[in-house]
């Protein structure tokens, strides 16, 4: 039976992905070697890298305008700490969106480093919303926001303005919706949802407002010493690096991210009619913050859990539960997940109204 994969990640890829690197495991390169086995200095790994590293800057349309693309270790995680490291001035502040766990996680590692400020928060309402009226202070020496809230299915719609450098974690959206991304100054992301497996993590960063902090920056932590190194300072995760290059260049043969984006707005306006429609689901996520990538929903009487449950894995579907701080159901339609697959839910949940109603 095919597997309908809602997995939050590490989460599905496309099936093309998934034969080439197969294939590279056995044999890299025609090479007689694995890829897990070469040498990350070896002139084929360096052209994986450098292309990995050039197709995310022309997929963002960052190509010439003063970005780095970097390929590190550690998941958005220590993307937490790098960030205020690299940026936030000795006896200096920053500014941070509340929007969920990750969120907050970030505002955590960022008070290890100066005064931080949290200049608008959900999280008294659960995360159910993105807050929309808040200031952004003028003296802060960065912004920091997260695009896409993949435990409460919130997606920032729109951006604001502001003069000081506005940082965002990406890493449940990032090269799914066409965004100006020259508004933004840092970027980051896990590769594990969008781009490739577990193991890698994205930084695309611009690279004039780095060395401003009066910090001493460990070598492994600073942006500048990865970007010198060519993201080689140290044994990069080769194979999932090399998964994500296979990932964008799917992506840039199906058209890129405009192209994708139709068929994710497609996607999450099929799955969210239904939970409209149905008596039996609601949605949790306010209606105009709703993410295109994770979508929330309860069954309005829990009782029928168990049978719900039974059917959509009956029907092959995975991963649907939600993350288990908030229980219900998390539909995770990322980039590789097909519109068949999510109509293969929309069928399951109709069904689900009929025998309910018989």
Known sequence: MKKHNYSAGPCILPQEVFE???????????????????????????AVMEEARALVLELLGLEGKGYQALFLHGGASLEFLMVPYNLMKVNGKAAYLDT?????????????????????SSKSENYNHIPKEYT????????????????????????PTTKIPMICDMSSD?????????????????????????????VVVKEDILGKTGRDIPNMLNYQQHIDKESM????????????LLTLQWLKNLGGIAAIEKINNQKATLLYSEIDRNPYFKGTAAVEDRSNMNA????????????????WKEAGISGLNGHRSVGGYRASMYNALPLESVQVLVDVMQAFEQKMNS
């Not at 969920?100 to 608008?120: C, M, N, P, R």
């Not at 960065?142 to 951006?159: A, V």
């Not at 300072?233 to 994500?244: A, E, G, L």
């Open 136 to 159: 952004i202070p003028s003296d802060a020496d960065y912004f920091h926001c997260t695009s896409n809230n993949t435990i409460f299915g919130t997606q920032m719609k729109s951006f």
């Open 296 to 311: 929330t929903f309860l069954l309005v009487d829990e009782t029928h859990k168990d049978v719900f449950d039974a059917m």
């Open 100 to 120: 969920g766990t990750w969120a907050s996680g970030a505002i955590k590692e960022a008070k290890h480093f100066g005064e931080t400020l949290v200049v608008a």
């Open 174 to 202: 990032i090269f799914s919706r066409v965004l100006d991304f020259t508004q933004f100054d840092l970027i980051y992301a896990g590769a594990q949802k969008n781009m490739g497996p577990a193991g890698a993590t994205l």
């Open 233 to 244: 300072y140290n044994t990069p995760p080769v194979f999932p690096i090399y998964v994500s």
């Open 20 to 46: 080439k690197s197969a294939q590279a495991i056995l044999d890299f390169n025609q090479s007689g070697l694995s890829i897990l086995e070469i040498s990350h200095r070896s002139k084929d790994f360096v």
